[in-house]
């Protein structure tokens, strides 16, 4: 890096903007949208998909809701111009889906594309040719005028190329991009967009669409967004154009310049399923879409199974969804700080019915993009009792007392700094049954039966103490309390019975019942036991030698 003062980088210059709206505006609409993930998603993979792999792409879109689509660029290889004719062909285009063909403004590159797109229905025919100072310079070495008359000989020559395809009955539109427009001068941007807005003719039925690409983010995003106002507002025949966004992510902010985009005004979004696309990639629709709809905008875009969604994708692209992609990443619903998990668990136990959704730090309802709740915690060694306690519940359906949440969540700390990795929720579960409910030294219980006699509840029982069998009997006000009795007169260290709590596991037939005790020993120090069992009462024992036998081990 230059050390400062840097003066090989200049800062973007703003846009002089006085009146802007956007700030004060919000998203009450989605906006139209355009998948372009078969030619700048495609484009930009290292293996492209292949025919086949581009049609099941092709109907995923579909199934989505995309109704305008970009199918390829048909005169830049013999591949896409196979696809565009068997979609075509095959009649696989639905009759309400526009498919979108990309071109230059070429002659030779337009015929080629008329071609491909004989006996669509519905077109977008999508004209570009760079616009900025820089392509101006180093690419093409001409001036504004040429540049201008590139654009409208290229206008003129695909309307006059496809007046038979119109007069056959495709329903066909311009779409026209000025490249580079983010870091074009805007008089200019206008300037050739009005003039080919001019050879177009628009109609109030048939709107061109001037898409305003930020082919490379160079901006922050509210620069784009006095840029997108800008031309709203300055362009004449605004009630007949369709203003498009095609965003990259060179900055990192792709998404938030969109958003901006549609608050100064913008109609209509191009993007791809994840952001895939040169360098950085293209905007990511999932996360726009999906951001309208935790503010209660309908995005038109069906994610209600967002996993197959993103299988697709990641088989037909070979690309991987990042684990912390918004939405869709495998990792998005999973808390691992101690106090997120239980914000999340105290909140979500609080929501109710149709209200509006409030759980903590999780935006959306995994349930409504097809995601389940299991993997909403996962437990590591910085997690805290309440995620712990989670799990065992909504897993596998212990209801720990409060205050075991403590005493379990230590022992899973333990085993996740001893393991140094994040302990899934059947490893938790059998740390539970380890710790709790499978110890049977150097207690072990081999036999139990109570009487009940005058109020008093007297019980005997066969147990084998450090590897000796013993018989133990004594009484009490209930079947615990004459255990506690018995147990004491085998030797084993005196204690109190603090606290018991049950509940069921399970329903019907095979409903098992567990059981948990809470103990202080003679030295003060209290421990948790469970037990499980048909037998509530023997569970509540088995609860009880489990919460001895730990009190002994630490002893």
């Known amino acids: 890096m230059q050390p400062a003062p840097i003066t090989k980088y200049q800062p973007f210059a703003p846009v002089s903007l006085p009146g802007r709206q956007w700030p004060n505006r919000t998203i009450?609409?989605?906006?139209?949208?355009?998948s372009v993930d078969l030619r700048d998603g495609n484009q930009a993979l290292a293996v492209p998909m292949d025919v086949d792999e581009k049609i099941e792409f092709f109907e995923l879109l579909v199934r989505i809701g995309f109704k305008e689509i970009e199918v390829g660029f048909p005169s830049a290889s013999q591949i896409e111009f196979d696809f565009v004719r068997r979609l075509i062909e095959e009649k696989r285009i639905p009759d309400d889906v526009a498919i979108q063909v990309l071109c230059q403004c070429r002659e030779d590159l337009i015929t080629r594309t008329v071609d491909a797109i004989a006996g669509a229905r519905n077109v977008i025919f999508h004209l570009y040719n760079s616009t900025s100072p820089a392509q101006r310079q180093y690419v093409f070495g001409a001036e504004k005028p040429a540049i201008v008359k590139i654009a409208t000989d290229a206008v003129a020559l695909m309307k006059r190329l496809t007046q038979p395809l119109v007069a056959a009955g495709c329903a066909l539109r311009l779409e026209y991009s000025p490249e580079s427009f983010t870091s074009t001068e805007l008089e200019f941007a206008r300037e050739i967009c009005e003039a080919?807005?001019?050879?177009?003719?628009?109609?109030?039925?048939?709107?061109?669409?001037?898409?305003?690409?930020?082919?490379?983010?160079?901006?922050?995003?509210?620069?784009?967004?006095?840029?997108?106002?800008?031309?709203?507002?300055?362009?004449t025949r605004r009630p007949l154009t369709i203003i498009s966004l095609h965003t990259h992510n060179d900055r990192g902010t792709g998404v938030a310049a969109t958003e901006l985009g549609l608050l100064a005004g913008?109609?209509?979004?191009?993007?791809?399923?994840?952001?895939?696309?040169?360098r950085t990639g293209?905007?990511?629709?999932?996360?726009?879409?999906?951001?309208?709809y935790t503010h209660g905008v309908h995005p038109g875009l069906d994610f209600t199974n967002i996993n197959a969604i993103r299988e697709t994708y990641e088989r037909c692209t070979r690309m991987e969804v990042p684990p912390r992609?918004?939405?869709a990443g495998e990792l998005v619903f999973t808390a691992f700080s101690g106090s997120h998990q239980d914000a999340i668990k105290k909140s979500w136990a609080a929501q109710k019915g149709a209200q509006p959704w409030d759980v903590l730090y999780i935006p959306i309802d995994p349930a409504d993009i097809g995601r389940t709740y299991r993997a909403i915690i996962r437990i590591n060694s910085q997690s805290g009792k309440g995620g712990v306690a989670y799990v065992m519940e909504k897993e596998f359906g212990f209801a720990l007392p409060k205050a075991m949440h403590k005493d379990f969540g230590r022992v899973i700390a333990d085993l996740a700094d001893e393991r140094k990795t994040e302990i899934s929720p059947q490893e938790i579960h059998e740390a539970f049954l380890r710790e709790y409910i499978n110890r049977d030294q150097p207690v072990k219980l081999e036999h139990f039966r109570t009487t009940e006699r005058d109020s008093q509840v007297r019980c005997e029982a066969s147990i084998k103490f450090n590897g000796k069998p013993?018989?133990?009997?004594?009484?009490?006000?209930?079947?615990i309390d004459a255990f506690v009795n018995a147990l004491v007169s085998t030797g084993v260290p005196r204690f109190e019975l603090l606290s018991y709590a049950e509940h069921s596991l399970g329903k019907g037939a095979e409903a098992r019942a567990v059981a948990y005790i809470q103990i202080k020993s003679g030295r003060g120090l209290t421990y948790f036991g469970s037990g499980i069992d048909t037998n509530i009462e023997l569970a509540s024992i088995k609860a009880v030698v489990s919460a001895v036998n730990r009190s002994l081990a630490r002893a």
Not at 266 to 278: I, K, S
Not at 282 to 292: G, H
């Open 28 to 34: 009450t609409q989605a906006p139209i949208w355009c």
């Open 196 to 235: 080919v807005t001019d050879v177009w003719q628009p109609t109030a039925t048939n709107k061109i669409i001037l898409n305003l690409p930020a082919t490379v983010e160079y901006a922050t995003p509210n620069v784009h967004a006095d840029q997108i106002e800008w031309m709203c507002t300055h362009l």
């Open 266 to 278: 913008a109609d209509r979004v191009e993007g791809t399923l994840f952001g895939n696309g040169e």
């Open 282 to 292: 293209n905007l990511d629709i999932v996360t726009v879409a999906l951001n309208l």
């Open 325 to 327: 992609h918004p939405y």
């Open 470 to 479: 013993q018989k133990a009997a004594g009484t009490g006000n209930g079947p």
